[in-house]
DNA sequence: GCAATGCTTCGATACGGATCGAAGCATTTG
DNA sequence: CAAATGCTTCGATCCGTATCGAAGCATTGC
């Protein structure tokens, strides 16, 4: 009996390691080159040549060619979802990782998923804006209230650019939360403002945010923790 | 740079068609022998049991022993989630599986999600109960109104049973849908008595939920479609 | 135009892991 | 108690796949 979609090729093209690793790399929503992912990995370019050729068959990534550059890109968001929920049942058996280093604690704190802000801080931002109701939870998906619409766009977010964009809100998984942060367009719009602004900036190695001392304050600001309301 | 839990391992873990199969068979909540696991993935007793220790020293299935017999049932919603999540993006590459045989037609409409009913019909049912706000999305979970409670209990539902389960319920992605349907306690609970009462019956050789027409018709009352208010 | 660089393809190698027959242990049944 | 049954372990085999050096092709920069 089998029965639904073939899952254990899809599973067998995550399960090597330079090839997971090559696809969390990606899961920062940037586009990199086949050799910046054979270094991901740690392998020559030769072998991620023959990985990203598996990958791109599987519908996993997708190629952008500008002259001799390749750059590979995630082939959208439902890639990234399956990564973290893999990761979400990864990290449960996180006991039995060898090292919890440093790492780990900066990317539970603040990361990018796809362009969009996770970890405490994305849940903390998703949570705030559902509290204070610029987000409302509706059958049909997420919606941005008047009030919403009103705070984002003081926030410097073009929302009217955005409108185009499908989904505009989504709901998406955090691993090491356990809870939902905020995807979709709006989310990207949000993270590229404080990016803008100079709150917080992605780290050159990692897919770390690290806020400063002046963006944690506005951050908290705009985005109260439970209690502070 | 490896960054987060280690996916590669779990992945690979299901990569195997052999155990991906068992995985999936075992996504009807319900417990399998190890020859029963055996026969699903089409290899020997002696293959199936190499495997099955792999699953479970990855804690994606536990096991209880009862005299010669060894039931394995996936270890927590948690894992279901997972693979739905996996099947959802293999069934995107839909176009690529060889054959796309009556069997899915059966398993869209309506099938068995570790014990709660998802499919179409599983997204109706849930959509329903939204919509005439028996169930509420708060931002702190998905929570049962009094009307939700009354309407229930009139179905049958232990409410009081329930309440030490949690969660008591649980958005869970549903693949072939690409929205949620209702997992948890209540979920659980809601499908038990549709069986109860007749107006349905688990598949034998399929996760595929058959309704009777009586069943239907008593469905479509409780649940009524979009547009059926 | 030539050298440097990025990337793919080819071919060979080595390793890991799925597989099953045989054997052994535990439980159940008559 | 013996036979049947369920399951695990052992050992051998074979296949698939990741890997990289070498070679080739395409693009870029001077």
């Known amino acids: 009996m ?16 330079a090839r997971a690793n090559m696809l969390t790399a990606l899961m920062s929503g940037q ?6 992912l054979a270094m991901e990995a ?3 370019p030769q072998t991620a040549s023959s990985h990203l050729k ?3 068959e599987g519908r996993l990534i997708a190629l952008r060619q500008q002259g001799r550059h390749r750059y590979f890109a995630l082939a959208g968001p439902e890639v990234s979802a399956v ?5 979400g049942l990864a990290g449960g058996m996180g006991q039995r ?37 610029m987000l409302v939870l509706t059958p049909n998906g997420i919606t941005v209230s008047p009030a919403g ?20 809100c989504r709901d998406c998984l955090d691993w090491s939360e356990r809870r939902s942060h905020l995807g979709g367009a709006l989310g990207r719009a949000l993270l590229a ?12 190695d990692s897919r770390a945010i690290v806020f400063t001392s002046e963006g944690k304050r506005q951050f908290d600001r705009a985005f109260p923790p439970q209690g502070l309301t």
Chains 1, 2 share one sequence.
Not at 31 to 36: C, G, N, P, V, Y
Not at 83 to 87: F, I, K, P, T
Not at 162 to 167: D, E, F, G, Q, V
Request: proline residues 4%; glycine residues 8%.
């Open 31 to 36: 586009a990199l080159t086949a050799r910046e």
């Open 83 to 87: 990564l973290e929920s893999l990761m």
């Open 149 to 168: 619409e009103a705070f984002v766009s003081a926030l410097g977010v073009d929302l009217a650019g955005l409108r185009t964009a499908r989904p505009l």
């Open 193 to 204: 403002q404080m990016e803008a602004k100079g709150w917080a900036r992605r780290s050159k």
């Open 97 to 133: 990782r060898s090292r919890v280093g440093p790492k780990d604690a900066s990317l539970r704190h603040a990361r990018v998923c796809y362009n969009h802000l996770a970890g405490q801080r994305g849940v903390q931002m998703y949570d705030s804006l559902l509290r204070q109701d």
């Open 54 to 56: 598996k990958l791109q």
């Open 2 to 17: 089998k029965e639904g979609p073939d899952i254990s090729h899809l599973a067998a093209l995550i399960g090597d390691p």
């Open 42 to 44: 740690g392998i020559t």
